[in-house]
């Protein structure tokens, strides 16, 4: 008899908040609740290395002891324990689709597929489109809601920091530099501004 493997599903949103409430001792904001819910995708592993990264960053609790609701990725940064899981997530890549990745996570939290083109210039559309494909079926990324053309958004920001924390601080620079050129020729409103933050 063959052994099938078995896909379990993440935490639901309520059941996160159950979570960070059994770990905090207190009510959790359904701000951190959404928030710790979307980065994990409700990986019981995930939310609470990453609470734990929080604690020990002193970025949880308020003065008065409550739990903070404002919290984010790029403020805190990827917990050791988490990227190293990521990590290895991303390694069953390859070594291309990962530079494609990379290159998206300069572009932001969601991009369109001809700006990562424009990025990644040295890269025929079909190789940019399997490396997509492949972080697809991995839950790296997922398809964007958006207008006409084709976008992607990275299914959690742990992942996009994870791939951004890989680079050298000037390799990383540089492709900001590009990832805003790029979109300062889509220019459209909204990526001018994108533009002008990722500057």
């Known amino acids: ?20 409430q ?19 995708q409700g990986n019981p592993f995930l939310v609470e290395e990453l ?3 929080l604690v020990e960053e002193g970025k949880v609790f308020e003065e008065a002891g409550a739990l903070r609701a404002d919290v984010s990725v790029a403020e805190i940064g990827v917990p050791d324990t988490v990227r190293l899981v990521l990590e290895r997530r991303l390694e069953r ?22 700006l990562l083109q424009a990025l990644q210039d040295q ?9 997509i494909e492949q972080a697809q079926r991995l839950g790296v990324l997922v398809p964007s809601v958006g207008g006409q053309e084709a976008s992607f958004a990275f299914a959690h920001d742990l992942m996009r920091q994870t791939l951004l924390a890989s680079m050298s601080v000037p390799r990383r620079q ?4 590009r990832a805003a050129e790029a979109l300062e020729q889509g220019h459209t409103a909204t990526e001018s501004q994108q533009a002008v933050t990722i500057a």
């Open 22 to 40: 059994s770990l905090s001792h207190r009510e959790p904001p359904q701000q951190l609740v959404r928030f710790m819910f979307a980065e994990t």
């Open 51 to 53: 609470y734990r990264h």
């Open 93 to 114: 890549l390859g070594e291309e689709a990962r530079t494609v990745l990379t290159a998206a996570a300069a572009l932001g939290p969601s991009f369109r597929f001809e």
């Open 174 to 177: 540089l492709l900001h530099v």
């Open 123 to 131: 890269t025929t559309p079909d190789d940019l489109l399997i490396a």
């Open 1 to 20: 008899m063959g052994l099938r493997p078995l896909k379990l599903a993440g935490l639901s949103q309520e059941a996160v908040g159950q979570l960070l």
